[in-house]
């Protein structure tokens, strides 16, 4: 079974400051690995995606995310936070072989003026 | 494409009525998921069903709670009856397969 792990609940940042948002995950098999964003009365809106190929993966406001298989890790990343960045973010892993996503339990970012 | 559509959005509803919940995933998408968030327990998929065949309903909480595609363009969440501590927000997702989900915007279910 697949399961992630999202280190840190609240994570507060300066406007421009870099933006990392932790995410570990355990998978049995190959994994496929997501980001969503969620903003307030909102559903899920997926940021990124990593299911084979390049390690390095870019989402969309200029975010993105590196798959590193020895640290079963896939942790979030944008150079410079913006106000409108503030979102709760959620890791989400799947095996390759089945349609089954489990969610971790999300990181709210606040941005700071 | 109008993205997956849910219905309502908002629901109050006293206590031992019968609620039911409605999606239209995206045409084409295979996969249709059921979730339900809370502050206390974050995101807990309910139900997912494959080509219209619930696949795993574990996470359905109780036998007050059911769930039906009859054909690939909808899909109903019924809970009967209802009770406060069902109160959350019920997102549907549907995906195509080893595609990422797409979610729906979510109802509000409010139980008093």
């Known amino acids: 079974a697949q399961s992630v792990t999202q280190l840190g609940s609240h994570v507060s940042v300066s406007e421009g400051a870099l933006v990392l948002l932790r995410c570990n995950y355990s998978?049995?098999?190959?994994?496929?690995l997501f980001w969503y964003v969620q903003y307030p009365n909102q559903g899920l809106q997926l940021l990124l995606k990593?299911?084979?190929?390049?390690?390095l993966v870019k989402g969309i406001n200029g975010f993105e995310a590196e798959f590193k298989k020895s640290e079963t890790s896939f942790h979030l990343t944008k150079p410079s936070a913006h106000m409108s960045d503030a979102a709760e973010y959620f890791c989400?892993?799947?095996?390759?072989?089945?349609?089954?996503?489990?969610f971790g339990a999300g990181t709210r970012l606040t941005v700071k003026p | 494409d109008a993205g997956v559509i849910q219905s309502p959005r908002h629901e109050v509803t006293e206590m031992g009525q019968e609620v039911t919940l409605r999606c239209k995933p995206i045409?084409?998408?295979?996969?249709l998921f059921w979730y339900r968030q809370t502050m206390m327990r974050g995101l807990e998929l309910l139900i997912y069903?494959?080509?219209?065949?619930?696949?795993?309903d574990s996470g359905m909480p109780e036998d007050r709670f059911s769930a039906k595609m009859p054909n690939a363009s909808f899909s109903t969440l019924k809970i009967q009856p209802s009770e406060p501590r069902d109160s959350a927000v019920y997102f549907c997702?549907?995906?195509?397969?080893?595609?990422?989900?797409?979610f729906g915007s979510g109802t509000r279910l409010t139980v008093v």
């Open positions: 998978s049995s098999v190959p994994p496929y």
């Open positions: 069903f494959n080509n219209n065949v619930p696949i795993d």
């Open positions: 990593y299911t084979t190929g390049a390690t």
């Open positions: 997702a549907s995906s195509r397969k080893a595609g990422g989900y797409t």
């Open positions: 045409s084409g998408h295979n996969s």
């Open positions: 989400a892993v799947r095996a390759n072989n089945n349609n089954d996503m489990r």
